[in-house]
């Protein structure tokens, strides 16, 4: 398996290994072809992004003789919001400790500056703005701030995928929103969606993240045995009927997008949660090689290789070579 590259662009696969050895240079030349494409230039910021977790202070001294400063600027903030990310860990609040906090605060919030140059310098990029998302949920910006962040992404590119993803997480119960406000980011972004768009994955996204958040109440309450209960009777036909809608809208008239994988991955994982959906699940995962994310959907219930693994054996599905 290999964990946490969902995509399907060799080369930025060679850019992320030439980047992780110190080969910087790697990281600037794939960012300067995505110009004209919000789609690519956002994947590619976030995974140069985490390639280059350790190396800001490196990336910054690249300023100087920059062909594409915004490229650059750009880089470097979202590589200080990974780093920020990393020492907080992806854990509840109360698994923090104090000086990781006040470590994370003061990182992420070095992270502001360049991300406004570079939207400064490319004022129609809006990439700089969906990484200002992650920027606002750890530094705990107010709703009407995070609203104002969001209006600045969706006037320049409605349907970015991961600005999407961001948003549902930026609006959601564990990160101080509501499951009302997820679901109904979920399906505007369903109807948003143009015909054979991943984008509307968003919906099985926030049905995992609801599951994922009742599972945890359930069994701190009573039992794993309440929870089993739940999930069995939450697949109800109106349930079932609005996701394979949405599932359908992208897969009819399907076209080439760099986010495919990870609609894939989401769809199956949903529909994996119920055997009447098998065969729905089995499509969708049949797709993805053995490319799979770190987090959702299968990193959140334990190590993604071995819960993505465990499907593809229920499922009656080869493990990937």
Known sequence: MVVGRTWTDAALDTGVELVSQGHLQAGIALLSETHDDPELRSLRTEALGDAAIG??????ELLDEADHPADVLLWLGRTIINEAWAIRGG???STVGSDRFKMFFATLSTAHEPLMEAARLRPDDAVPWESMIWYGLGMQLDRSEEDAIWAEITSRCDTLFSAHWARLQAVSAKWGGS????????RSAVALAPPGDPLTAMLALAHLEYLLAEETRLV????????MKFSMAYFSETVLSELKEAESRWTTGKRSHVRDVDAHHLFGAIFFQTRDTYDLAA?????????VGEAAPWGYRGDPAEEFGKALQKLKLPLPR
Do not use: C, K, P, W
């Open 91 to 93: 854990g509840y609040a």
């Open 220 to 227: 701190q309450e009573s039992t794993l045995m309440a929870y």
């Open 283 to 291: 499509r969708h995962l049949s797709q993805v090689g053995n490319r």
């Open 55 to 60: 190396r800001s202070r490196e990336i910054m």
């Open 179 to 186: 499951h009302e406000d997820m679901f109904a980011h979920a």
